[in-house]
C-alpha cells in the first residue's frame, strides 16, 4: 500500500492550507493516522496524530489553527492548516500505522513566506 500527499504549496503567512492522504488501497487495522513534518536541517516531528477512538493528538505550536480529520470507511487523512506562519514551512509526511504495517506518504512541500 503506497500513501499520496496532496495539497502543499506556497502561502503567505496567515493563509491556510489543506493536505490530504489516499492510500493506494484500503488499510484495515488501523491504530493511529497523522502528519509529521520535517524542515531543513531538523529532525522529523509528529505534527497531529488520530486514535482509532478518535481522540486526537497536536504539537503544542500548531494548537488551535490544525486540524487532523479522517474518513476511516477510505483510510484518508487530512490536516487543515490554518493561521499559517513561517515556522511551519516544512516537508509533511503523513503516516497509518495498522495491525499490518506502518505506511508513510512521500511528502509534500509547504512553504509559508511572510
Known amino acids: 500500500v503506497q500513501l499520496q500527499a496532496s495539497g502543499g504549496g506556497l502561502v503567505q503567512a496567515g493563509g491556510s492550507l489543506r493536505l490530504s492522504c489516499e492510500p493506494s488501497?484500503?488499510?484495515?487495522?488501523?491504530?493511529?493516522m497523522g502528519w509529521y513534518r520535517q524542515a531543513p536541517g531538523k529532525q522529523r516531528e509528529l505534527v497531529a496524530r488520530?486514535?482509532?477512538?478518535?481522540?486526537?493528538d497536536y504539537l503544542d505550536s500548531v494548537k488551535g489553527r490544525f486540524t487532523i480529520s479522517r474518513d476511516i470507511r477510505k483510510s484518508t487523512v487530512s490536516l487543515q492548516m490554518d493561521s499559517l506562519d513561517v515556522e511551519d514551512t516544512a516537508t509533511y509526511y503523513c503516516?497509518?500505522?495498522?495491525?499490518?504495517?506502518?505506511?508513510w506518504g512521500e511528502g509534500t512541500l509547504v512553504t509559508v513566506s511572510s
Open positions: 488520530i486514535y482509532g477512538g478518535g481522540s486526537t
Open positions: 488501497a484500503k488499510i484495515s487495522g488501523i491504530r493511529t
Open positions: 503516516n497509518v500505522n495498522s495491525a499490518w504495517g506502518d505506511y
